[in-house]
Structures are given as C-alpha cells and as structure tokens.
C-alpha cells in the first residue's frame, strides 16, 4: 500500500501528558499537510510542510503544538501538555507541489484525553 | 459566516436514488473543487476533482461547479447501500495550499 500511513491510529491518555503522532506520505510526495476534526465537523487546517521547510501554520496551532518533517520525509505531530479538548482526529495528507496538487489523507490518529 | 457551507443532513435515501448534495461558498479566490467521502472513523477519500467551472463525471458521480452563484454539487446516480457515508465538499484557490472544508453530510442508503 502506497497511501498515506499514520501511527498509531488510537490513542488515550491523560490530561497533562505528551503524545505524538507520525505520518508517512505517499513517497514522491513533497508536501505534507496536518488537520484536525472533530464530530460532525470538516477536517480544519493546522500546518504544513514543503520538503523540509514548514510554510504556513494556522491560529489553531497553539504553542502546545509541535510539527516537524526531518529531511522532507515522515512527519511528527506533538501535542504537550494535553487538554480534553485536543480529543479529536488528527489526519495527515500529501500532495505534489505540481500539477493540481490534489490532496490525499491518511486514516487518522484518533486522540483521547481523560 | 464560514467560507463553505454544507447542509450537515443527515440524508436519508432508498436504494437506487439519485442524490444530490451542495455547498456553497463565498471565496471567490476558490478555484480547485473537491469531493470526499468519509466512512466512520476513517480518513477522507478523494472522490471528485474539478478545476473552475464545468461538470465533470466519474462512473455513477457527477460533480458540478457554478462558479457564478458559487455554489457545487454532487450528484450520486443509483445509489447504493456501499454510498453511506459522510461526505465532505472542500476547495482552496490557486495560490494557496489550504483546503478549506464544509462540515459535511451524512448520506444513508437503505436497501
């Protein structure tokens, strides 16, 4: 399977904890996109990265969060100091940065916190 | 007022019924047009691509774009118990990188 990939899929933890999340993306892919939804809502932007450099982050993206693409490859999502209300489903995508650039996710990495 | 609006349903319909779903928009620097399905608790499934205005049709799916009123539909031909799912409209302009999401809606198909 060539498609995006995240890990882990699930995860519960507590309120206060770090957790991070990784995605993979379709491998000739430069660009790399993180979202983030919550129940009945649209996935919402939060960042993204082209090759290595991190281009553009939304107000959603508090100092709590972290994103990083080491040498243009996998991506890392760090999340300090968890809230509940970071519980959501946290999707990555990839995309070329030719052509129409159309975007493809990954199944997610669903985020609990008690 | 959020720049896409999607009727959230839910949206129930029988076996081998023509769907119809629809955003609207108020962006104008929207130009790319797309359609994704999300079955529960999985990720978002290309489905459509449009650039600009036009039709565009893909086996049973049929995507529209009128850029004019700013408005987009989905129209799903004979549909099927497999079709239930939540699909979501997103688009993002040319310059920039961002898809922009409605909330989607929540189609059912009963046999």
């Known amino acids: 399977d060539t498609g995006v990939s995240q890990d882990p899929r699930h995860k519960i933890t507590k309120r206060g904890q770090n957790v991070t999340f990784r995605c993979d993306p379709i491998?000739?892919?430069?660009?790399l996109y993180w979202y983030r939804q919550t129940l009945g809502q649209g996935p919402e932007f939060l960042t993204y990265?082209?090759?290595?450099?991190?281009?553009?982050k939304s107000r959603l993206l508090s100092d709590r969060f972290s994103a990083e693409r080491p040498k243009g490859s996998f991506s890392t999502l760090e999340i300090q100091r968890t809230e509940q209300g970071d519980s959501a489903m946290y999707l990555c995508a990839s995309s070329l940065v030719a052509g129409p650039s159309t975007i493809y996710f990954g199944e997610g990495s669903w985020l609990t916190v008690v | 007022q959020k720049e896409v609006e999607q009727d959230p349903g839910p949206l129930s319909v029988p076996e081998g019924a023509i769907v119809s779903l629809n955003c609207t928009y108020s962006?104008?620097?929207?130009?790319?047009f797309m359609w994704y399905r999300q079955y529960s608790r999985k990720g978002p499934e290309l489905l459509m691509y449009t650039y600009s205005s036009g039709n565009k049709e893909d086996g049973r799916f049929t995507a529209q774009v009128d850029k004019s009123s700013k408005y987009i539909s989905l129209f799903i031909r004979d549909s099927q118990p497999s079709d239930s799912a939540t699909y979501l409209c997103?688009?993002?302009?040319?310059?920039?990188?961002?898809?922009?999401f409605g909330e989607g809606t929540q189609l059912t198909v009963n046999p």
């Open positions: 491998s000739e892919h430069n660009r």
């Open positions: 990265f082209q090759n290595e450099a991190q281009l553009e």
């Open positions: 962006n104008s620097a929207f130009q790319y």
């Open positions: 997103a688009m993002k302009s040319s310059s920039g990188s961002r898809l922009t």
